[in-house]
Every structure is written in structure tokens, then in C-alpha cells.
């Protein structure tokens, strides 16, 4: 009997593990993860905090006992893999009850990313916290559950007051605009904090379109969310909890600060056994996953895939990319040889009542860099047909090579429910089919007046620019 063995008990590795065993019921196959959680939706995690998800439990969509008991699955929990062996083709995992060495045919690292904690001093007081795990998304509920237990009008000596919000609690301090800082600025916010937000460059959203930041960034203040773009957090300052956020010109007291400035690959493990990493300092991989060693797989956050626009590797660490890796690894494992297909960089966020989504290559560095000459548009139109009831409007940026036409890129804003992210879906096929902007043009969308204008406004933009180039 073949045995495979994966690193790593989430959505890559869990995809990887489930497929398999289906694909192939006589393989073994062995899961180690470090923590007590599998399979867990970490992308629900804001909406744990901010009280829209009741439990943690609720966050799994398949238990532990469901795979060991009907998957057939030999799930190890609470084993964190220490070492790879590629020459005896074991590796060393660390458990309850000591370590172990079990042996592959074929391994999977699907180690995930952690959180990037900035280098300034103070991250490690108490009352700083990142967003990474079940367990971080725990403590920022019970955080916010004892903050609203002990308001600031029944215990006025217990913090900071805030700063222009009336019976507000906080004030907390969000240190990053990628769309983790702005999830949890909205799950602070509907909990009643007065939420300021730090963001390092210009923009928040910076991979998104400059219209849709912007958009974003006017909403976040509409929302009385404090923004502070370029500005850079130097210091979190106080005794063992923090006290306030240091920046150049500031030191703004806070409760608390939540650190959203973004994750890295986790590859130690994957380094130390010989694996190679590519230039984006992910574990390099080709199509099938396979690594530069033989029947080792890398997939999902830890991983790079290459870029459908580009052709060069990328490292875009989501989750419908570590489901789709994870499964072509399992799939291929199982006999089946499969690929996973490339990262479009699409991604989606909410952000209060507005919703936004991107893909492809908007930024002109990167599309030079690849030998592109872009060109980009944006348009607003309206959401509905004109005579419908409803005031919503749709922005749209759309980038395209000049000389070829080629659609690069694209970037959707609208208020929540008006479509941005679902429009965004022709995009990625667009993007991915590298098709051009007069082609687009002509897809035959879907319209009815509650839905979109006859020509929808991605047609429309389509249409706009065609004509400039
Ligand atoms: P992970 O989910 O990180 O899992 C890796 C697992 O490996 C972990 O359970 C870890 O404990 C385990 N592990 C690591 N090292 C070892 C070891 N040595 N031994 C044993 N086990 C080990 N993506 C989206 O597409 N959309 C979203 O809206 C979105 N929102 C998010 C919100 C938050 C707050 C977070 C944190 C992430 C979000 N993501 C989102 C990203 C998404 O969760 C990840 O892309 C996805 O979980 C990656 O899956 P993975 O299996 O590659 O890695």
C-alpha cells in the first residue's frame, strides 16, 4: 500500500487528504497538523469577531471525527512535523505523546502563511493582536466581549476616553488597509469602537484599482473610522498592555491594537529539507505542485503558482487557490495527474456597506515588467437601468495592453449588493482567456433592469477603453 502523508490540516492539505482517499481508497493517507483546528474557514474570522458567527464550530466544514471516522482519513492533531527526511523518504512530527517518524511515497507541505508582525517595539505588549489562527480570533472576541461588559461610562478610569465618538469603547488602533485591517475595522466598529486605521503608503486597498481605494477609503471615514494613510506606526508604546500608537507626528492612546500588515509563506520546514523556494520567496513548484524534490508537493499559502497574465511565478495566498492546489495534488497522487491551473490575483473584500473585487495586473511596474504597455480606465455607471428604482453605482478600472488590445487587469467598486464582486467573475475569465478589450465588449452578459444597465457597466468600460486604445 502506497502512503501519503500531508503537512498541514487546512484547506490545502485537507483538499489534498479528502480527494485522494476518494480517488484512491486503498492509499494511506496520514494528516499532521500542528494545532487542534482542520479544515477550518479562517476567512470567517472578522465575522467571528464581530458577532455574525456564534461559534468557532461554526467556522469548520468538516470535523476531525468526520474525517477520521468516514473519510478513513488518519488524522493527527496536535503534531507538528519538525522535520523532512527526502532521502528516507520520512518525516518527524512532534505529539502528545513523543515524536514520530512516519514514512511517504508521496508528501505534501501545505504549511500555510503566517502573520508578518512589523519589527517596532512594543508588538509583544499585552493588548496587541493578529488575526491568523482560531485561536487569535478567539482572544479579539473575548476582547471585545469584556470591552462591552465594562463600558467606558460605567468604569471611566478603565482606559483611554475616546477621541470624537460619543459612549464609544476603545479607542483601537487597526495598523494595516490590506482587506484584513479593514474586515476588522468594520467588525470594531459594529461593536461600538472608535476604530483608527494606519496604513503605511497612500492607499488602502493597494492592490485594488486607485478608484477603488479611494472609494473604499471615503466609505472607511463615512463609517468614522479615522484614517491615517502614509503613516508609518513606529512604535506601540506602554507598560505590559499597550497605551497608544506612536507614529511621527502622533501618539494616539488606545485599548488596543489589532496588527494587519500582512502574512509570509511559511517554508522553514520545506527550507530546511532542500526544498527550493522561488523568487518570491514562496516554495517553488510546476504545474502538477511537485517541488524540485521527487513526489513532494508544495500547495496553497505556502506555495507560488504562476501568474495566468504574466506567465511568472506569483504568490497569492487565498483560498480558492490552496482548495484548487490542494485538490490537483490529491487528484495526481491518487493516479490522476492534475493541475491546478494559475492565480488570476483575484480577490474580493466587504468593507462596511460597499464591496469591491480585483484581478489580473492593474499596476503598470508589474505590467512592464512583463513586457506589457498598459493602459487603464475607469468609468462609473449606473448599477440598475436607469428608469428601475435604486441609486447604485458601479466603478470600474480595467487595464489593457496597447498594442495587442489584451486585457490585463480589472478592479470593481459598488455599494453592498450592487454587483462589484460578481461582475468581476467575467473579468477573471476574461483575464485568464487573455482576451481582448474589444472582445469583452461583446460578451453576451446576462441583463434584466434590477441587475445592470443593457450594457453592463464592464461592457461599458470595455467599450471606453477600446476607444482609447
Ligand atoms: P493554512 O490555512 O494557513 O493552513 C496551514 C495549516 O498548516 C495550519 O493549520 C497550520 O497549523 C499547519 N501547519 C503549519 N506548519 C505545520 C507543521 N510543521 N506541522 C503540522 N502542521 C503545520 N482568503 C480568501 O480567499 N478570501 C478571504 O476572504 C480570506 N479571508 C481571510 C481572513 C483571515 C482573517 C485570514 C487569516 C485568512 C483569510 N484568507 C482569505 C486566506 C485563507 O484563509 C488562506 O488562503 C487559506 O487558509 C490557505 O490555506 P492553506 O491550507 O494553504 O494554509
Redesign the pocket.
Known sequence: MSTFVV???????MSAASKAKRDDPDLDVVV????E?VSYG??G??YYVKGEIQTLDDLVSVTPEEFREDRDIDLRTG????EIDPDDRSVT?EGPDGEVVQAYDHLLI????AAVVPDIPGVDREGVFT??SMSDGRDLRDFVARSRESSPAEQPDSGPACHFLENCEGPVAVVGGG??GI?MAEALAHNDFEVHLFQRGERVLKGFSEATSEAVAEHLRDEDVVLYLDTEVRELAGGDRVEAVVTDDDRLPVEMVLLGTGVRP?TG?AESAGVDLGPTGAIAADRYRETNLPDVYA????AEARHVVTGTPSWV??????NRH?RAVGQTVAGNPSVGGGVAGT??VKAFQMEAARTGVLDHDVAREAGFEPVTETIDAKAQAGYYPGEGTVTVTLCADRPTGRLLGGSLVSEFGEGAVHRSHALVGAVTEGVTVAELANYDLAYAPPFNTTWDPILTAAKVLEGEL
Open positions: 503537512v498541514g490540516g487546512d484547506a490545502a492539505g499532521f497538523e500542528k494545532g483546528w479562517a476567512c474570522l472578522p503534531h507538528e512535523v519538525v512530527a501545505a504549511t500555510g502563511a488575526l491568523e482587506y484584513i474586515e511559511r520546514l500547495a496553497g499559502d505556502c495566498p487565498l483560498a480558492l487557490t490552496a490542494g480577490a474580493a
